[in-house]
């Protein structure tokens, strides 16, 4: 493997030097590629392990740190061959895919805030279950129980892991749930197919409320 100057633009000179992709086509490349990311992924797993310390390697923890970064710079080569036949073209690619990394890592830590507050929210209230006695003086009394109890059904947070939203919990107006996003701390309404395929991103709902009914004159 070359070593990391490689990536550096190329002069005249170091551009009529042969390049592995002289040699290999583009799907052989990708066939390295592959095989280096899986090399350095169990480059990570012996590191974790080492870490972790429940499933010993006879390795030293500087030796697992060493193998990692050796893994990573096959990678890093394997890369730069893939975007050989233009100088410009690792450093494009690997400045999109920093771009793309800045938001991925702010998703994954609100992510972990998220839980994080989910677990408090879990721990102040329990399983959200309670026994209610009412007591009612008249039919009419016992009326509006039921429709407070109803009410009070529906009108609860749901674990989207757990109880996903479906079709008919949604407003039918809107195709809405409430739910809170991860992240952005406040209720808002999503499309409930949405909240229903990313629990991580959405982790309690509720149904929509009813619209209050139009008095009639």
């Given at each position: 493997?070359?070593?990391?100057?490689?990536?550096?633009?190329?002069?005249?000179?170091?551009?009529?030097?042969?390049?592995?992709?002289?040699?290999?086509?583009?799907?052989?490349?990708?066939?390295?590629?592959?095989?280096?990311?899986?090399?350095?992924?169990?480059?990570?797993?012996?590191?974790?392990?080492?870490?972790?310390?429940?499933?010993?390697?006879?390795?030293?923890?500087?030796?697992?740190?060493?193998?990692?970064?050796?893994?990573?710079?096959?990678?890093?080569?394997?890369?730069?061959?893939l975007t050989e036949q233009d100088p410009q073209n690792y450093h494009e690619f690997m400045s999109e895919c920093g771009e793309y990394a800045e938001p991925k890592m702010e998703r994954w830590l609100s992510?972990?805030?998220?839980?994080?507050?989910?677990?408090?929210?879990?721990?102040?209230?329990?399983?959200?279950?309670?026994?209610?006695?009412?007591?009612?003086?008249?039919?009419?009394?016992?009326?509006?129980?039921?429709?407070?109890?109803?009410?009070?059904?529906?009108?609860?947070?749901?674990?989207?892991?757990?109880?996903?939203?479906?079709?008919?919990?949604?407003?039918?107006?809107?195709?809405?749930?409430?739910?809170?996003?991860?992240?952005?701390?406040?209720?808002?309404?999503?499309?409930?197919?949405?909240?229903?395929?990313?629990?991580?991103?959405?982790?309690?709902?509720?149904?929509?409320?009813?619209?209050?009914?139009?008095?009639?004159?």
């Amino acid at each position: 493997m070359g070593e990391f100057g490689s990536r550096q633009p190329r002069g005249k000179a170091a551009m009529a030097e042969k390049k592995i992709s002289d040699y290999l086509p583009k799907t052989e490349i990708l066939g390295q590629l592959t095989e280096e990311l899986a090399e350095a992924s169990a480059a990570a797993s012996k590191l974790r392990r080492k870490i972790d310390g429940k499933n010993p390697t006879p390795k030293t923890l500087n030796e697992c740190w060493e193998d990692l970064k050796k893994e990573i710079g096959d990678v890093m080569n394997a890369i730069d061959a893939l975007t050989e036949q233009d100088p410009q073209n690792y450093h494009e690619f690997m400045s999109e895919c920093g771009e793309y990394a800045e938001p991925k890592m702010e998703r994954w830590l609100s992510r972990l805030q998220g839980n994080e507050n989910l677990a408090q929210l879990e721990k102040e209230c329990g399983d959200g279950v309670f026994d209610v006695t009412i007591h009612c003086e008249n039919e009419q009394e016992i009326d509006e129980a039921v429709a407070l109890l109803n009410l009070a059904n529906r009108m609860h947070w749901r674990k989207t892991a757990e109880n996903p939203p479906k079709a008919e919990d949604a407003d039918p107006r809107s195709a809405t749930v409430l739910t809170v996003q991860v992240g952005i701390g406040f209720v808002t309404a999503w499309e409930w197919h949405i909240v229903s395929d990313f629990p991580e991103e959405f982790p309690v709902w509720m149904p929509m409320p009813e619209l209050p009914e139009e008095k009639r004159s």
